[in-house]
């Protein structure tokens, strides 16, 4: 390892490779709430958070397995139609504490065209939040109904979908 008085050691998070401050400072300056979207193998995460010094602040939260707890979703929550559920739920929870506007955050995830992490977003789209994003990186209608894993689902999705939303 390298030494000597003009040597820095960088970040501890940064060496862990798990934060891009460059990209975190740029979203900040913004001075929009963050739309946070966090996957793992089993179930996406999206967080609607504001900076604060002594640390983010979560305002309003949605987890995968809040679909299976309150709305009976009985598929995986690591798919393509629960992260777009889930993205709806926390957008419908930021919608009623009066938040209309955010930037999107997806860490160090690579933007991949039709991800997950863009079907969360489109369900914060449709649950009427203001996030910029490019059409061409969202997935198709018949992905977020599921089509491709199985026909069942898509019945599934519309029902949750129609009572996260009242039904509109």
Known sequence: MSSGPRYNIKLRRRREGKTDYRKRLALLKSGKTRIVVRSSLKQMRVQFMDYDETGDKV??????????????????????????????LAGKRAKDAGITQGVFDIGMKV?????????????????????????????????????????????????????ITGGK
């Open 111 to 163: 933007p991949v065209s039709g991800s997950k992490v863009f079907a969360a977003l489109k369900g914060i789209h449709d649950a009427g939040i203001e996030c910029y994003v490019a059409e061409d990186k969202l997935p198709d209608e018949s992905r977020i109904m599921g089509e491709h894993i199985d026909k069942k689902i898509a019945s599934d999705v519309k029902k949750i979908k129609d009572t």
């Open 59 to 88: 305002l309003v939260s949605a987890m995968g397995s809040d679909l299976s707890s309150k709305y009976q979703w009985k598929h995986t929550t690591s798919n393509t139609p629960a992260a777009y559920l889930t993205g709806l």
